[in-house]
């Protein structure tokens, strides 16, 4: 929690070169606008608990478009270069266009936005006109049964794939495609997924099923272990790795040898990236989390609300990641898994 506030340094070109514990910079910034969503994920919301009767937060709770406006402002003083919106389901909070203007005229922030893609095809072209770079899709799967089940609340695969299609006609490209993994699930999705965006511009991504939060019941044996997934593609479609766009990027990139593009895969459980760790994430009612893993988060909205002044928000910033040690991933366990960590539909992906 925010107690004491230890004012750091006083230009915004120093702050730009501050680091953690672990002398990792503070580059990428997350912003969750909502707890809500329209799916229930078996991974991320099962509906066992995010049910008719869960207490989402009120809008008051939320933070406002110009709160986030401000806040982002504040992070780029402190070098942040990349702000993703994120959810619960971002689509669903009204007139988040909006909120992609004001962010869009922050100078030289790439801006994008991760999204389920069910309500992708009506807004894209307002988003694109508000300013927005690129979008991520999340699909597991293009077996209608299976996606169906995994989004649990019957949502047809083809809605998804037009999201898609239109995201990249209004020229939010390339549109990244991410695809949890979980065995027993949808382990057969895999090569069909990996045949349909082979070729189309887009890259695909495979993401490791996580522990995060505390309700979607992980275990280790559930995780496809990246170096599975390689093998299963490369026995089919010749993959080779390739440079990473910048030091700290979370996807490890390939590509396929025949020009057919690249494929990316998030191994967050099998090949911890916390050594370049440069992520923070504002969840939805305003509280600043230093690791997708973390219990607690520190309230930024009571300082935003509170009177106090951009500097003194600046420092607090500083102050909570000049002592960040976290590295969640390389330490997971079983045990671990069962620690009441904050929910990935409240903190954003
Ligand atoms: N609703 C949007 C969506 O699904 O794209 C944005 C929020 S969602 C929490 C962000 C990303 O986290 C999605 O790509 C989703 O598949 C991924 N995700 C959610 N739960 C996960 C888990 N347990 N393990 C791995 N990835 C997960
Ligand atoms: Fe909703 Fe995204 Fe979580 Fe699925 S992964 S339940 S779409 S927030
Ligand atoms: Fe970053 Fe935490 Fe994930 Fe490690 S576990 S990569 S510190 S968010």
């Known amino acids: 929690m925010v107690s004491k506030i230890i004012p750091i340094r006083e230009t915004p070109t120093a702050h730009a070169k501050m680091t953690d514990r672990l002398r990792r910079p503070l580059r990428d910034l997350r912003i969750s606008v909502t707890d809500r969503c329209n799916f229930r994920c078996v991974y991320c919301m099962p509906k066992e608990i995010f049910g008719r009767d869960y207490q989402f937060m009120a809008h008051s709770q939320l933070l406002s478009f110009e709160e986030i406006t401000r806040l982002a402002k504040i992070f780029v003083r402190h070098g942040i270069e990349k702000v993703r919106i994120t959810g619960g389901e971002p689509l669903v909070r009204r007139h988040l266009e909006k909120l992609i203007e004001m962010l869009a005229q922050i100078p030289g922030l790439d801006l994008t936005l991760t999204t ?21 899709v999340s699909l597991d799967s293009l077996d ?22 239109e995201a990249a ?10 695809m949890v993994v979980k065995r027993g699930i949808n382990v057969d999705s895999v090569l069909p997924m990996a045949r349909h965006f082979k070729g189309s511009g887009h890259i695909l991504r495979f993401i490791e099923f996580m522990d995060v939060g505390a309700t979607n019941g992980w275990r280790m044996d559930d995780v496809i272990p990246t170096r599975e997934l390689v093998r299963m593609i490369n026995g089919e479609m010749a993959i080779e790795p390739i440079d990473p766009n910048y030091q700290g990027e979370v996807a490890e990139r390939w590509r396929y040898k025949d020009g057919g593009g690249e494929v990316g895969f998030i191994s967050s459980v099998t090949q911890a990236f916390c050594r370049d760790c440069n992520r923070a994430r504002v969840s939805t009612e305003g509280k600043l989390y230093t690791c997708l893993f973390a219990t ?52 954003g992906g």
């Not at 893609?117 to 770079?133: E, F, P, R, V």
């Not at 049964?145 to 299609?165: C, H, K, T």
């Not at 939010?172 to 495609?177: A, E, G, I, S, T």
């Open 144 to 165: 209608e049964a299976i996606f169906r089940a995994m989004n649990d609340v019957d949502f047809p695969v083809a809605s998804v794939l037009e999201g898609i299609a």
């Open 296 to 347: 607690e988060g520190h309230d930024l909205r009571s300082l935003l609300r509170g009177g106090k002044s951009d500097d003194e928000i600046l420092d607090v910033i500083g102050q909570i990641w000049s002592v960040r040690e976290d590295r969640y991933s390389e330490i997971r366990s079983e045990h671990t898994a069962g620690l009441r960590k904050v929910e990935m539909s409240y903190i």
């Open 116 to 136: 389920n893609g069910s309500l992708l095809k009506k807004k894209a072209q307002a988003l694109k006109d508000a300013g927005l770079k690129r979008v991520t």
């Open 169 to 178: 006609a209004v020229g939010l490209q390339p549109v990244k495609v991410n």
